[in-house]
């Protein structure tokens, strides 16, 4: 892969929004999880700079309470001391220009202390969108894009823009004082094990690829839901949604592994530059196709096994008349030769009943079926690739019902990483780190792809904003999202697949 030893060399890196929730949920852990690796360079030190007004030792002890709880033993607690001391902090205020002052004489004295002979720096953004601009801006203004005593690079979290307009304004201004191959557009998605595994179960295996096409798959259905709320981030997921939370970043990128040619190499442009022709052929959606391809849904009170559950309207910090959507599902078409004619369908949602993310590939029935029919698409063969949780692999298939006659009833042939009982699936932010930290971009999001999801996404958004008579269902939580999703597949005896937490209880009807 591109600009890759495996090895990450002596840096610094600066987390801005380091007392923050994913800095704590999961930048923190995931560090420390590469310390347990012994994957974290020798010279390796992480800058934490916050508005909050709390020394070295503080910062240190904040990010010991939330590992403590999560790693308990006497050989663990050892190892945290030992990270704790690699932790730093500066209070900043990162619309002054001054702060960056500070940071810069911070870092070098980090750098003297810790004596590394490159000044190599990562920056993280782990802030609310609105510093995405500002921060790599005001690095710039004070040297800190300069590459001469050590390379430099910049890792902004999804999402990137708010619209296409906004996301090219973003990346205007960061091309102004950064070059390409320094920005890591993260995408978690993308460093999830499953999610890579897309890559191999397609390419390292011959029986796949003939089959992989128009001319045998039906359809494609991709779902990704959780079974809770927007808990306590009302002030992003308010102005965000659905759309732009989930969809336009990683269901769309995992459209692009699903739906790619095989690339020439497993480097980094080969793989993106597959992906991204996915995305680009994805086929725009004009005003009509917006009303009848695309459904919103917002949740709604209700009660789920006992206790009561808050509509979303109702939840702390969001408008009592708030038209954002908490649900969103699509039909859409991918127009190139591969996948001509075939509908891919995709559905995302808040306060469903189970956290589940999955891939249904529904292959095409025979041309002349022999046996006696089953009720729905039963005689379908479907490929399941479950991204998370119960990760694995489901192929079902129909076989002889033993007895007279010829009854077929639908198997399951089930791989579960589970079963890999040696291996641990690492998070995706440890993955993803480590790439940065080796200067890996395959993982990362390159900005054309990032353009063309948005290309795609703008005419839902300008529909559900200026189109009144697109309704937002409201739909109690803990059900599967308004009912009318059920009518975006249109095909008789074909609907959605009501996945259960365990990959193979899957029979439509699993406990909720
Ligand atoms: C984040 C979204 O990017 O992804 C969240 O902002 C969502 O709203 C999360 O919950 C889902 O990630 P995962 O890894 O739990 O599927």
Redesign the pocket.
Known sequence: MSNQNNSPEDQILVIFGATGDLTRRKLMPALFELEMLKMLPEKFVILGVGRSSISDIDFREHNNKSLKDAYSSAKDQKLIKGFLERLFYLQADTKSEESYIALRKKLQLLRKKSSMQNFNLIFYLSTPPSLYEVIPRLLAKASLNDESEGWKRIIIE?PFGYDLKSAVELNESLKKSWKENQVFRID?YLGKETVQNVLVTRFSNGIFEPLWNRNFIHHVEIT?A?NFGVGNRAGY?DQSGALR??VQN?LLQLVGLIAMEPPASMDSDAIRNETVKVLQSLRPLSEKDVVTNTIRGQYTESTIKGHKVKAYRSEKGISSDSQTETYAALKFYIDNWRWGGVPFYLRTGKHLPTRV?EVVIHFKPTPHYLFAKQEGCKSCNQLIIRI?PDEGILLKFGMKTPGAGFNVQNVSMDFHYNDLSDVRIPD?YERLLLDAMIGDSTLYARIDAVFAAWEFIQPVLDGWKNNASIPLHGYPAGTWGPDIADELIEEADIGWRYPCAALTGDDNFCAL
């Open positions: 999804k978690h990704s959780e997921y939370d989930m990683h993310t998370q995706a």
